[in-house]
């Protein structure tokens, strides 16, 4: 069983940045892709950005420019950089890698971004 496990949550204000990290307890190499995801009250998880085994990555229309996704193999470790935060940014940031057969998540980590 793979576990992911995030942090680097918080709160912020308004034009500030945060650093999400998750950690993975096997070699990253072995998942297809990684992405993190976010989900506000009342509304549907949606993806923020992935990157994949290759290093493409992908990100949504409303953090284009601001938020940058990256991995270092050597730690397992896929990281979000969230830049000029605005408050409806807020939500759980879930942690997400996809195997050919399988699908992983975190157990979630809160960003508030204050006005």
């Known amino acids: 069983q793979v576990q992911l496990v995030e942090s680097g949550g918080g709160l912020v204000q308004a034009g500030g940045s945060l650093r999400l990290s998750c950690a993975a307890s096997?070699?990253?190499?072995?998942?297809?892709?990684m992405g993190w995801y976010r989900q506000a009250p009342g509304k549907q998880r949606e993806l923020v950005a992935a990157?994949?085994?290759?290093?493409?990555?992908d990100y949504a229309d409303s953090v284009k420019g601001r938020f940058t996704i990256s991995r270092d193999n050597a730690k397992n470790t896929v990281y979000l950089q969230m830049n000029s935060l605005k408050p409806e940014d807020t939500a759980v940031y879930y942690c997400?890698?996809?195997?050919?057969?399988?699908?992983?998540w975190g157990q979630g980590t809160q960003v508030t971004v204050s006005s």
């Open positions: 096997r070699s990253i190499f072995s998942f297809n892709a």
């Open positions: 997400n890698a996809r195997s050919t057969w399988n699908n992983y």
């Open positions: 990157i994949t085994s290759g290093g493409t990555t």
